[in-house]
Nanobody, 124 residues
Framework: VQLQASGGGSVQAGDSLRLSCTAS????????TGWFRQAPGKEREFVST????????YYANSVKGRFTISKDNAKNTVYLQMNSLKPEDTAVYYC??????????????????WGQGTLVTVSS
């Protein structure tokens, strides 16, 4: 599986962005597909995930209510709609897919495949 992320950019606080991640090679139904981010000088952190065959999204508390994960199985694409962006959302965002289980789906180590990252910069 190869993942290609896009949609990052530079925005002002309060603006919105939508990230896309397209998979080639096929995603197995029981995979989780999600987003992580890494800010300068910080560790990679979980943002959101969803099971490829499911509908229930999971979010980090820091983005809950502002970010929405969705997917289009026919297009092999997962999206991250980011609203009300804050300067602290500035990071490289990575999409990921893998054989995670629910209890480990917020851990980067549970994901087998990673996209190249897309930079989101939010200025105040």
């Amino acid at each position: 599986v190869q993942l290609q992320a896009s949609g990052g950019g530079s925005v002002q606080a309060g603006d919105s962005l939508r990230l896309s991640c397209t998979a080639s090679g096929g995603i197995v139904n029981n995979y989780f597909t999600g987003w992580f981010r890494q800010a300068p000088g910080k560790e990679r952190e979980f943002v959101s995930t969803i099971r490829w065959s499911g509908t229930t999204p999971y979010y980090a508390n820091s983005v809950k209510g502002r970010f929405t994960i969705s997917k289009d199985n026919a297009k092999n694409t997962v999206y991250l709609q980011m609203n009300s962006l804050k300067p602290e959302d500035t990071a490289v965002y990575y999409c990921a897919a893998g054989r995670a289980i629910l209890s480990t789906s917020s851990l980067s180590s549970a994901y087998n495949y990673w996209g190249q990252g897309t930079l989101v910069t939010v200025s105040s």
